[in-house]
């Protein structure tokens, strides 16, 4: 388990005594907060926004504000982790150990059946408009991106900062939250927090879902 303190995404992670104590890194000055208890609870405070809208995407920039979550052991720290931004712990783990394998997105697409076998119809340009959009840091996804275009190696997109596709950026800076680069240091509640990246190793169903829509719109 990492050592704490820390910041996942938009969650900063900190002990408090012998319990894990998790919130909104823009809370991380805050004292009235909503308290929740167990891993469980994350799935609940992952599911809207702060307008109360459904988040379809869970490492979009829009983790809801508010709350303070308490955990009793590293497990419990494991499970909310993953119930916040699900998969995401194994994918580092994978690219820790160098055996992460990433897919290029016209495989992803090529693969697709049904309703979005049309996805696989995109143009190059189209690919370069629809991941800039739709991948972004800012209002769009936290990943970083591992994955290339195809197998030829070219970039996913022309049209992102190059900060987008290394996991040493911290790409909740990158959304405009807040100040500071990960692996350096910022000051949060009196302790020094490491921002760990969510990697990208494939594109998503959303993703996939948007390719098909820039395709049949055009």
């Not at 509640?189 to 490491?194: E, F, G, I």
């Not at 990246?197 to 049949?216: D, F, H, S, T």
């Amino acid at each position: 388990m990492l050592l704490v303190p820390f910041c996942f995404g938009q969650v900063l992670v900190q002990k408090n005594d012998n319990r894990f104590e998790l919130r909104h890194r823009d809370d991380r000055l805050h004292h009235q907060l909503q308290t929740f208890r167990g891993a469980r609870a994350a799935i609940d405070i992952a599911r809207y926004d702060d307008e109360g809208r459904y988040r379809p995407l869970k490492t979009a920039p829009n983790l809801r504000h508010g709350w303070r979550l308490e955990l009793d052991s590293p497990e419990e720290l494991k499970a909310a982790l993953d119930n916040f931004y699900s998969g995401r712990l194994a994918v580092l783990a994978a690219w820790q150990a160098g055996r992460l394998h990433t897919t290029p997105l016209r495989e992803t697409l090529d693969r697709q059946s049904g309703m979005y076998r049309i996805a696989a119809k995109i143009s190059d340009a189209q690919i370069d408009r629809v991941v800039a959009d739709f991948c972004r840091s800012d209002g769009g996804c936290l990943r970083t991106i591992l994955w290339k275009r195809d197998q030829s190696g070219a970039p996913a997109t022309t049209k992102l900062p190059a900060q987008k596709f290394d996991p040493a950026w911290d790409q909740v800076q990158a959304s405009g939250r807040v100040q500071g680069s990960a692996f350096a240091t910022t000051t949060a509640a009196k302790a020094t927090a490491t921002t760990i990246p969510l990697l990208c190793q494939e594109g998503c169903n959303l993703l996939v879902a948007a390719c098909r829509n820039a395709v049949k719109a055009e």
